[in-house]
């Protein structure tokens, strides 16, 4: 059974940073394309953005809201995911989940997430 | 690109049968056929139940099915449960070559 596990989350100031991993062992990591996805309290879904495989040039693609402060990246030596999250807001607390795609929109497994607070 | 529509509450007895929608436009869910639906208990982490607007992954109740007409996917639970009351969201793959989804859809079985 494929399993994710993120990390790296907890209280930031706004402004600051912060890099969330999620590892992803037992799996053929390199051959799946590798999404976050976050959920603010009470709230609903949100996709944050996509990286494909290193032979598919480890494209990524981001949601309109967070593109230019989000960096998605991965290190299939170590199966694991990146995601770098700059300059953040108040608004960017939630709840951070990485999940996988079995086929286009097809997300499976995901992980159990992994809470950011952004708080003064 | 913005948040598929869903209505924010559906309601239904234990054995009946309930269709949550979900709509979007000509650039997402009328687009492709890439809409999938997940269910959301509290606490816990989404778990897919249907993909490519009508595929269930295996283990997946046939009660659960999906459909599509137009920019409109609808998600149909047949013979409800008092398990199934959950938050069930609606996701697309867009022409920007991202994902949306819905707001979400609280169900209540009564």
């Known amino acids: 059974e494929v399993q994710l596990v993120e990390s790296g989350g907890g209280l930031v100031k706004p402004g600051g940073s912060l890099r969330l991993s999620c590892a992803a062992p037992g799996f053929t990591f390199s051959n799946a394309w590798m999404n976050w996805v976050r959920q603010a309290p009470g709230k609903g879904l949100e996709w944050l953005g996509r990286i494909k495989t290193r032979t598919e040039g480890g494209t990524t693609d981001y949601a309109a809201p967070v593109k230019g402060r989000f960096t998605i990246s991965r290190d299939d030596s170590k199966n694991t995911l990146y995601l770098q999250v700059n300059s953040l807001k108040t608004e960017d607390t939630a709840l951070y989940y990485c999940?996988?795609?079995?086929?286009?929109?097809?997300?499976?497994?995901w992980g159990q997430g992994i809470l950011v607070t952004v708080s003064s | 690109q913005s948040a598929l529509t869903q209505p924010a509450t559906v309601s239904g007895s234990p054995g009946q049968s309930i269709t949550i929608s979900c709509t979007g436009t000509s650039s997402d869910v009328g687009g492709y056929n890439y809409v999938s639906w997940y269910q959301q208990h509290p606490g816990k982490a989404p778990k897919v139940m249907i993909y490519?607007?009508?595929h269930r992954p295996s283990g997946v109740s046939n009660r659960f099915s999906g459909s599509k007409s137009g920019n409109t996917a609808s998600l149909t639970i047949s013979g409800l449960q008092a398990e199934d009351e959950a938050d069930y969201y609606c996701s697309s793959y867009t022409s920007s070559s991202t994902l949306v989804f819905g707001g979400g859809t609280k169900l209540t079985v009564l």
């Open positions: 490519e607007v009508s």
């Open positions: 999940t996988t795609d079995q086929g286009i929109n097809w997300l499976d497994p």
